[in-house]
């Protein structure tokens, strides 16, 4: 079955404390992003990948990072987290080179940072 | 400056009934629009693409319109049931990713 996973689903922490949320794809998608929704603003994109080793920024990226070592998977790292980074994260990959251009979502990740 | 807006108040409408939910766009030229839907705590799913020089598409139940004139989509679902109850999403493609807007909450009533 073609999915997108994320883990954790849940994540309780507190300030400061370094966590690493996974993703992972197995369609063979070229290209992968990590999204943040909150009431009010909609979903919005932290960063991207076009490829392996190919990242780049989203509309909010700073409190991020992201590595993409291996096609299937991209990490989504916070390396000290605030509270202002609670939030539902989603995960998400396509294949731009069909044309397509559908994003195939994660099931979400719901981070509370204390 | 660029905006994707749809209405953000819920649009409640009795089962039978066609749902017609809008989204209007600023400053952007997108090669196509999408349209999700989104249940309470789910990632969104993919329902239509529609490209820049198509004015329809249609899949079952839902139709999407793209008037680059207006800038403007218009996403209908027709023969509308209590199921179709949730938020729908459009989101554009610009440049190199999907921009997408805030939403519609949708609630079918019996």
């Known amino acids: 079955e073609a999915q997108v996973t994320q883990n954790p689903r849940y994540l309780i922490t507190v300030t400061g404390k370094k966590l690493t949320v996974t993703c992972s794809q197995n369609?063979?998608?070229?290209?992968m992003s990590w999204y943040r929704q909150d009431p009010g603003l909609g979903l919005r994109q932290i960063y991207y990948s076009m490829n392996v080793e190919v990242t780049d920024k989203g509309d909010v990226p700073e409190g991020y990072k992201v590595s993409r070592k291996e096609k299937r998977n991209f990490p989504l790292i916070l390396e000290s987290p605030s509270p202002n980074q609670t939030s539902l994260y989603f995960c998400?990959?396509?294949?731009w080179g069909t044309g397509a251009g559908q994003e195939y979502f994660g099931p979400g990740t719901r981070l509370t940072v204390t | 400056s660029q905006k994707i807006e749809q209405n953000s108040e819920a649009l409640n409408i009795q089962e039978g009934k066609t749902a017609t939910l809008t989204c209007n766009y600023t400053n952007y030229s997108p090669a196509y629009l999408q349209w999700y839907r989104q249940d309470p705590g789910r990632g969104p799913v993919f329902l239509l693409l529609?490209?820049?020089?198509?004015k329809e598409k249609r899949k079952e139940r839902l139709k999407v319109t793209f008037d680059t004139t207006l800038k403007q989509s218009l996403f209908h679902i027709t023969a509308s049931q209590p199921a179709d109850s949730a938020t729908y999403l459009c989101?554009?493609?610009?440049?190199?990713?999907?921009?997408f807007g805030t939403g519609t909450r949708l609630q079918v009533f019996p």
């Open positions: 529609i490209r820049e020089n198509e």
């Open positions: 989101a554009l493609f610009n440049t190199d990713k999907l921009i």
């Open positions: 998400a990959s396509s294949s």
């Open positions: 369609m063979n998608h070229e290209y």
